[in-house]
């Protein structure tokens, strides 16, 4: 590598988080500065000078943004869905009461209507502790670290540089997969998601065992044909 580029890295904000490891991080060290100049050269289309955009935020201000981040993006849309579901899960309480009352209701349609019951205050238990669960990690090692940084501290040497982008990575995989876990969840507990499933995969299903049919002529065709030119 240039030897320019290199140095321009070393003193560049860029390497700010590889410039405080330790003795033990040489190797990663390394793999960031490498990392560093493939970005450099992709981007600037040349070997010899670096472009770089940093945020430059005071410490209280990073530390304040972190925390309104966690509030309006963890604890706004949380209070907002603990409410709501509260106030179903109350409808569905008082629902649930009123037919208890029916006495004109058989037992077999009143205990079908009890388990749809459980399964709806399921549903709502599940998508609020779910996104909860999910979105807290990311915004608390945002939070610890900005706040660790204020307080002239790094959570990068206090973990290590390896546990401290494997925990961010892990964390910021969870709040990912929150939009993966909650179609998952309706389709488990709701009846309506479940059946147009059903219908869905019993109209793709005869389309997929017609093109495997097809297939299978066709292969038995060429198979008769190859035997018909040995003989």
Known sequence: KNSTLTHLLKNSNLTAGCSKLTPADLSMERLCEETKLQIAETINFSKETISSCNEEFPELYRFLYSLFTMVFQWGVPGVAIAVANGKIFRKLIK??????????????????????????????????SV????????????????????????????????????????????????????????????????????????????????????????????EEEDAGDEK
Request: net charge positive.
């Open 95 to 128: 629902r649930e009461h009123e037919s208890f009352k029916r006495k004109r209701n058989a037992d077999s349609k009143r205990k079908e209507e009890n388990m749809r019951m459980a399964r709806a205050k399921n549903l709502l238990i599940c998508i609020g």
């Open 131 to 222: 996104f909860l669960i999910c979105w807290i990690p990311i915004n608390s090692i945002n939070l610890i670290s900005d706040l660790l940084y204020m307080c002239d501290m790094s959570l990068l040497k206090y973990i290590g540089t390896y546990y401290f982008y494997l925990s961010f990575t892990a964390c910021h995989f969870s709040a990912m997969i929150c939009a993966v876990i909650n179609p998952a969840i309706y389709g488990y507990f709701n009846e309506n998601f479940r059946r147009e499933f059903i219908i869905l995969y019993k109209t793709v299903k005869p389309e997929k065992e017609k093109q495997g049919a097809e297939i299978t002529m066709i292969t038995v065709g060429d």
